[in-house]
């Protein structure tokens, strides 16, 4: 192997570890504010893949995106409005049985508004045959956009968390639900907004990557997976460590190509995940809360 097929393989585990870095930082944004953990992360990039697919004949790209983004937030709200926030201090495996049903719920929705066919949104730049040189490796230049959006995301996140009140706030809720509380804030409104950041970010990711692996009705729960493996391997509550974990995931991913079959690609996720939670449950980069700041 040379050193541009080396090349291309970390390219490519950098693309698909920015999508599960997406969804791990969305798992990471919900459980700093509430402590859930939730398994219906991953349809979000389905929804918004979907819903941008479904506007993009009728207007301009940007506003099938931005309308698809806005509105899969809504339905993270609704989902928490209608089947979480009636909860009180439920148990751990109570919440993770409620979000997989939800997640359930969303797909078996996306499949008979949709169908089970494979959708795709057209490229944000040139086409499927476009490509851009990088020091011998080829690259669509949709990885590019994949990799401004993460890039965006994280760089907007972590400005959010330490220079808004809102930030401060919710990271005070994570830190210190009854104190946060008893100083005025309003815990409630915080979980509501945190699950539409989540839902709108995974809407977005959806959209920047449906060019490239295309979008259908089923493709949430192995992101859910993928997603999950990366927020515990980064240590659960961190956004950093969460995008860290992600491309590390892709990577060793992509390698595994290399010297195993495709058909074990998924296995190595769910071998990293086991690995982590065995030996280090708190994760690689534990001590570290959403925003980047210490517990």
């Not at 476009?130 to 490796?137: H, K």
């Amino acid at each position: 192997m040379n050193a541009a097929q080396i090349l291309q393989y970390l390219l490519s585990g950098v693309t698909t570890g920015s999508v599960y870095a997406i969804v791990g930082i969305g798992f990471s944004i919900i459980y700093a504010s509430t402590g859930i953990i939730n398994f219906a992360q991953g349809e979000f990039l389905m929804l918004g893949g979907m819903i941008a697919v479904s506007l993009e004949p009728h207007m301009p790209l940007a506003l099938a995106i931005a309308i698809s983004v806005v509105a899969t937030g809504i339905v993270g709200v609704l989902l928490q409005l209608v089947f979480i926030s009636w909860l009180k201090n439920p148990a751990v495996l109570r919440m993770i049985i409620i979000t997989i049903g939800l997640s359930i719920l969303v797909r078996e929705a996306g499949l008979h508004i949709w169908d089970e066919k494979v959708h795709a949104l057209p490229f944000w730049t040139g086409n499927e045959t476009s490509s851009v040189a990088v020091l011998g490796a080829r690259i669509s230049p949709q990885v590019l956009w994949v990799l401004a959006v993460c890039a965006l995301m994280v760089g907007a996140l972590t400005l959010f968390f330490r220079f808004t009140l809102t930030g401060r706030a919710m990271r005070a809720c994570s830190s210190n639900p009854a104190a946060a509380r008893l100083c005025g804030i309003r815990t409630s409104t915080l979980v509501t907004l945190s699950f539409f950041i989540a839902a709108a970010m995974g809407a977005l990711a959806g959209c920047a990557v449906s060019p490239l692996t295309q979008t259908q009705y089923d493709m949430g729960t192995s992101l859910a997976v993928k997603g999950f493996t990366c927020a515990v391997l980064g240590g659960l509550g961190s956004v950093t460590a969460a995008v860290a974990a992600g491309l590390l995931v892709g990577v060793v991913e992509a390698a595994s190509i290399s010297v195993l079959p495709l058909a074990y690609k998924d296995v190595v996720a769910l071998a990293v995940m086991l690995a982590i939670l065995f030996f280090r449950p708190e994760g690689l980069f534990s001590g570290r809360r959403a925003g980047g700041g210490s517990r």
